[in-house]
């Protein structure tokens, strides 16, 4: 028989949650609970969460008031070892029965076709759901991300931040009992300035209106977060401008209020003389500020601030927030002025005092090992070398200028204005800023030959110095940003189709080193590793993970072909031929490793390499000339980088490979005939090995 069923509402009260993780909390709050609920056999519908700076909530609807009944049974000793020859109970009988709770004699038997044994079933009747809720919202809580945890008062409670109160409601009844040292109450609080006081909470299901309707609250965190861009949006509107709503920063301050509200701010025109970029920055970072721009993307001197109260004096809110942005825009100014009283290469001797890592050196160091890097590789790709150099010394001086000691999320962008000041070029400056790309998943990359080069040469110095003095990413470690880095070189490489060998730019970034700085012959476990990273950046573009490893099977060095190779076998696999043909490779393969005498260091493309007088039967002689009709045409082919076309081609085998394995059988007893038909089975995965091995698809 089901048990009744009621909604569940659970409201753990705080002091002001970190905003950043408040979406994550809540998000892994639910889980935590979901699982739990599961565990215990507790059934359930739907969980809504609710995430406010002052709280995190579940609505979990239709839990049974009940555990389900569950039935036990659990296996004992063998019959045999149970009992003596006279039937009495040995010491595995009795130890097991006791383990049981029971005795021997009612214990049952269970058997199979492997023998007989001793057993123990029993019912276990649900218990009532309200007795269990406490202890599972430990539970949850107790297992979510938090970093640091705080403790308050004098007990030994632990959280994200002290618990003011804790409000747990089974349909219309408060649940007894206490979570993290808090007793457990029936009332939620309201807005800190709008409604103070507690609010009953009558029913569960009933929660979110009363907060809304009493409290002054919109406690999900999704329509709090729609209403601050809408707020936001209107704002600016009513102004004639436009808002740059960010993502992230709409998300931090959907986590720092309750109850929305926008005021648009002013500040002095002068302060436009400062780059946009530290203005934002300044705005987004100190104050959680939306910036404002004109028609034409201009940024104008005015700022939306979203206030966590409908104040009846807004002009108060927005002088306040006024007063609060000057001296913070005083302060990039003056910034802004010193930092460009001398020229940027100025800087670099400062850099010499910076560590970069203690036994790599300086950032200095760094800077120079990049600047030879970046020349050779501009040298064999046709970019100007000499704006690579002046590019890579100057790219690292920004980091010890006053305002991106302030502000290092500007590191790169102040140095392209300061180098400009100094009258670097336009292809310099912009190179210094675009070496950083892409900062992160999904980011633009560089769209200069001098930005792309430098952003290359920068990752693989530090890709290669980091792994050769044993720093290496493990689990979910990578504090020097690897993957990262691996992931960004591929994608520049890639999508600016630049066909630079991998292997050989990483050697000579190694070679770039002084001798005994790192190990030898770490190049190898770069590569390997930025290899190892292709397969997850391919199946974020739904490519799948066997496409990959058939290409990465032909050792290709240089990522834009291996992409054109992954692309084409990702096509290939749509055809219809491209099942069989990847059965054949298999069979092939495994023939070829049964018959290793016949296989050569390389098959020649000349036919003289295979006796054709030796072909016994009509199969063997159709497969051959197939294969050196299709030859010239497929050379030419990848030799044009036409993958695509290869495998089409190639698809064209299959109906000639299904009938030269129905008729011909390859390990034969005599050897010619056998070394023969394993020189044209060499010669014909040979082909296909000019583009994937295709024998790797599932």
């Known amino acids: 028989m089901l048990s009744n069923v009621r909604d569940l509402l659970i409201e753990i009260g705080t002091e002001e949650l970190p905003p950043k993780a408040l979406l994550k909390l809540a998000i892994s709050f639910r889980s935590a609970m979901k699982d739990r609920l599961a565990s215990r056999r507790i059934l359930t519908g739907e969980i809504e969460y609710f995430a406010t700076p002052r709280r995190l909530a579940l609505l979990v609807r239709k839990v049974a008031e009940k555990q389900g009944d569950t039935e036990v049974s659990r296996r004992g000793p063998a019959i045999a070892s149970a009992f003596s020859h006279d039937g009495i109970p040995t010491k595995a009988a009795l130890g097991f029965a006791r383990s049981c709770g029971t005795t021997v004699e009612l214990l049952d038997r269970e058997s199979n076709e492997k023998g007989e044994w001793l057993c123990y079933r029993t019912s276990i009747v649900g218990e009532p759901t309200m007795s269990l809720i406490p202890d599972l919202v430990q539970e949850s809580l107790a297992g979510l991300p938090i970093p640091k945890r ?5 007990g030994s409670a632990e959280f994200v931040r002290p618990v003011h109160w804790v409000c747990i409601v089974f349909g219309d009844e408060t649940v007894p009992g206490s979570v993290l040292d808090v007793s457990i109450g029936g009332s939620s609080r309201g807005h800190r300035f709008h409604h103070p006081a507690s609010i009953p909470v009558v029913t569960a299901e009933r929660y979110p209106q009363i907060l809304r309707e009493i409290g002054h609250i919109e406690p999900s965190f999704e329509s709090r977060r729609s209403l601050v861009e809408s707020k936001v949006i209107e704002a600016a509107i009513g102004e ?18 309750e109850w929305p509200s926008a005021v648009v701010g002013r500040f002095d025109e002068e302060f436009l003389a400062v780059p946009a970029e530290v203005l934002i920055e300044t ?3 100190h104050q959680k500020y939306f910036p404002i721009r004109d028609s034409n993307g201009e940024l104008v001197a005015r700022f939306i601030a979203v206030a ?15 007063r609060v942005i000057r001296p913070r825009f005083a302060d990039a100014k003056f910034f802004w002025d010193i930092d460009r009283k001398k020229p940027l290469e100025q800087y670099f001797p400062k850099l010499e005092a910076i560590v970069y890592q203690q036994r790599l050196g300086s950032v200095a160091d760094k800077s120079r090992r990049v600047q030879a890097l970046g020349v050779a590789l501009a040298r064999s790709l046709g970019v100007d070398a000499q704006d690579v150099e002046s590019s890579a010394i100057l790219g690292k001086c920004d980091l010890v200028s006053a305002m991106v000691g302030e502000f290092p999320g500007l590191q790169g962008i102040m140095g392209r204005y300061y180098a400009a000041h100094s009258g670097a070029s336009e292809t310099v400056s912009r190179a210094i800023e675009e070496q950083y790309l892409p900062r992160f998943s999904g980011d633009r990359i560089p769209s200069t030959g001098c930005g792309k080069i430098l952003a290359i040469a920068d990752r693989l110095d530090t890709l290669v110095g980091i ?10 470690k990578d504090p020097y940003g690897l993957r990262r880095a691996s992931i960004a070189v591929l994608r520049i490489l890639i999508e600016a189709a630049i066909p630079l060998n991998l292997k050989t730019a990483i050697a000579t970034a190694e070679s770039g080193f002084p001798p005994g700085t790192i190990e030898a012959g770490v190049g190898d476990l770069v590569f390997d590793y930025m290899m190892d990273r292709v397969s997850g950046h391919y199946q974020e573009r739904g490519i799948a993970p066997d496409t990959v490893a058939a290409v990465l099977a032909t050792g290709e060095e240089i990522p834009l072909f291996l992409d054109k190779r992954i692309l084409a076998v990702s096509a290939f696999r749509s055809l219809p031929e491209a099942q069989a043909l990847a059965g054949a490779n298999k069979r092939i393969r495994n023939i070829l490793a049964k018959g290793k005498e016949g296989r050569r260091a390389a098959v020649s493309a000349d036919e003289c390499s295979i006796d054709v007088d030796a072909f016994q039967l009509p199969e063997e002689r159709a497969l051959w000339d197939l294969i050196c009709s299709l030859e010239k045409d497929i050379s030419s082919l990848v030799e044009d980088r036409d993958y695509g076309a290869v495998l089409e081609r190639l698809a064209t085998l299959r109906e000639t490979v299904d009938g030269y394995f129905e008729s011909v059988m390859v ?14 089975l060499e010669k014909l995965m040979g082909m296909f090995l000019g583009v994937a091995d295709i024998s790797r698809l599932q």
């Open 150 to 154: 705080m403790r308050w008062g004098s």
């Open 240 to 257: 004639g401008l436009v808002a740059e709503v960010d993502e992230v920063l709409l998300d931090e301050v959907t986590g720092l209020v």
């Open 283 to 285: 705005m987004k970072k």
């Open 308 to 322: 966590n109260i409908d104040s009846t004096e807004p002009e108060a809110v927005r002088s306040g927030n006024e």
């Open 467 to 476: 792994f050769g003095v044993g720093f290496r990413p493990s689990g979910a």
């Open 667 to 680: 390990n034969v007893d005599d050897v010619h005939v056998r070394r023969n038909r394993l020189a044209v």
